[in-house]
């Protein structure tokens, strides 16, 4: 009698807990056999879920970024991670203040295979940048391969979505697109990408040595990715909850220790310095990380 009663209390407490649909583009397989998560947005996710009220009950679905804002857009109760804020989202979701997410900045990557290779290198300015808008008016004929759905940020977004500049983008929309962008660079299908250094590393084959990069001048140094929420009585409860426990979450060194592990070695001391910055604190990398 007494086993019955605990349950039903469970699952009374679990009928009363508000559902929240967690949209997130990761694809579904970067879990391992031992549960170790392996991209950024899903594991400081999990760590700020587990800090969480009990009364939000978290429904996973893995979509492309396209259909998660569609949902977004449709229903009250969804929230999608590792996201930049813009004007055009803010017109249809709820935006953390506080980033659930810092990356080092965009940059360019480029096949040297390609063609326009040596004409984008001359490009490159005394302080190793490449601008977008000079590629785009410099060499005819080049080819970007980007994520559809995806922001870039405020300047490269608006290069992108230019109708003019619409001949120079091939968008990708599928699943995995990011891992998809990648390999296609890396065997020449186009020209060059637009991506993060963490997450091309991530992707891209050990050793790779036909591409070359170069930080982009419309970047900023750091990214921030927010959590987004529908923009109902829901979704800002959960913006609001979301605040609160980055807040305190990312004073630990396990959220820490989840940022550091996405980044390779070239990008760490970046990542570092800039995670200490936004979140006002002094971590130091752990020399298993750095060697």
Known sequence: MVTFSFYSLFITSQSLATEIVWVTDAPQNNVTAKNKVLDIDTSTFNLLAAHLNSQYFFKKLHVPVKRGFTLIKHQ???????????????????????????FPGLRLYINKNSPYFQKVRQLVTQQKTVSIYDIINTVAGIKFGIV???SYGVEIDSLINSPENAHFF??????????????????????????????????????????ESFPLKEA?????????????????????????????????REYFDAHMKWFDSSSQEDAARYYNKIYKTSFTLKKSMVN
């Open 76 to 102: 009250e109760n969804v929230c999608i991670g590792n996201k930049l804020t813009t004007k055009e989202r803010n017109e249809f979701s709820y935006s953390t203040q506080i980033p659930q997410t810092v």
């Open 148 to 150: 559809g759905g995806r």
């Open 170 to 211: 091939w968008k990708r929309h599928a699943s995995k697109a990011n891992r998809g962008i990648v390999n296609m660079i890396e065997k020449a299908r186009f020209d060059i990408s637009i991506e993060y250094p963490n997450v091309f590393g991530f992707y891209s084959e050990e050793d790779n040595t036909v591409i």
């Open 220 to 252: 900023p140094n750091y990214m921030l990715g927010n959590i987004l929420c529908s923009k109902s009585k829901i979704g800002a409860k959960m913006v609001k909850a979301f605040n609160a426990v980055i807040k305190t979450t990312s004073k630990t």
